[in-house]
Nanobody, 121 residues
Framework: QVQLVESGGGLVQAGGSLRLSCAASGSIFSSFDMSWYRQAPGKQRELVATITNSGSTNYGDSVKGRFTISRDNAKNTAYLQMNKLKPEDTAVYYC???????????????WGQGTQVTVSS
């Protein structure tokens, strides 16, 4: 069983920055596609950013140019650098790992417990 532990959330003023971390257990982290999602009160969970196991990245339209996703396979950790934060970025941020074993048609999904990010105006 893979465990994901997020850290780095907190309260920041608009225009500020935060860096979220997602530490994964196990020895197959380099095979995971890693993503960050967020969910604001009363809203659906939305994809913020993804980095594949080969290093390709993809971002939600609302964060392009402000957020950067990265990973360090040696540390089993994914990161989300958030700059120029806005009040509308306020949400619980969740780390997600997707893993499909070689030659398998099954994809395994793992989630962290979430970390709160609050941006004050």
């Amino acid at each position: 069983q893979v465990q994901l532990v997020e850290s780095g959330g907190g309260l920041v003023q608009a225009g500020g920055s935060l860096r979220l971390s997602c530490a994964a257990s196990g020895s197959i982290f380099s095979s995971f596609d890693m993503s960050w999602y967020r969910q604001a009160p009363g809203k659906q969970r939305e994809l913020v950013a993804t980095i594949t196991n080969s290093g390709s990245t993809n971002y939600g339209d609302s964060v392009k140019g402000r957020f950067t996703i990265s990973r360090d396979n040696a540390k089993n950790t994914a990161y989300l650098q958030m700059n120029k934060l806005k009040p509308e970025d306020t949400a619980v941020y969740y780390c997600n790992a997707d893993y499909r074993p070689q030659f398998s048609t099954i994809t395994y999904y793992y989630w962290g417990q979430g970390t709160q990010v609050t941006v004050s105006s």
